[in-house]
């Protein structure tokens, strides 16, 4: 069956760095498009970065565009979320997520997607 499962997070100082992996299974990597999203508590799961299936076809939300970097490695069926200058706000559980249908224009709407992973944990302290 089809697996998800990040790893990476922690808890770090603002302004601080992390690097989130999700590494998939049970499924046909190269032929995913990729999703981060991340719930805090009390709040909703909101869109966090958009990894397609071709090179350099990365989407980011407004609040992490230029901190926050996207990347996947097909060899080793994981993808990647890159985290700069956090920010307390940044604080959630980030999830991975997978769908071989998902398109651009969909990037941000959880329901689109067909797998996720259990999330991480990412606390910043300020």
């Known amino acids: 069956q089809v697996q998800l499962v990040e790893s990476g997070g922690g808890l770090v100082q603002a302004g601080g760095s992390l690097r989130l992996s999700c590494a998939a299974s049970?499924?046909?990597?190269?032929?995913?498009?990729m999703g981060w999203f991340r719930q805090a508590p009390g709040k909703e799961r909101e869109f966090v970065a958009y990894?397609?299936?071709?090179?350099?076809?990365?989407y980011y939300a407004d609040s992490v565009k230029g901190r926050f970097t996207g990347s996947r490695d097909n060899a080793k069926n994981t993808v990647y979320l890159q985290m700069n200058s956090l920010k307390p706000e940044d604080t959630a559980v980030y999830y991975c997520?997978?769908?071989?249908?998902?398109?651009?224009?969909?990037?941000?709407?959880?329901?689109?997607?067909?797998?996720w992973g259990q999330g991480t944990q990412v606390t910043v302290s300020s």
């Open positions: 997520a997978a769908d071989y249908n998902i398109g651009i224009s969909r990037r941000a709407d959880a329901k689109k997607y067909a797998y």
């Open positions: 990894v397609g299936r071709s090179v350099g076809m990365t």
């Open positions: 049970g499924l046909t990597f190269s032929s995913v498009a």
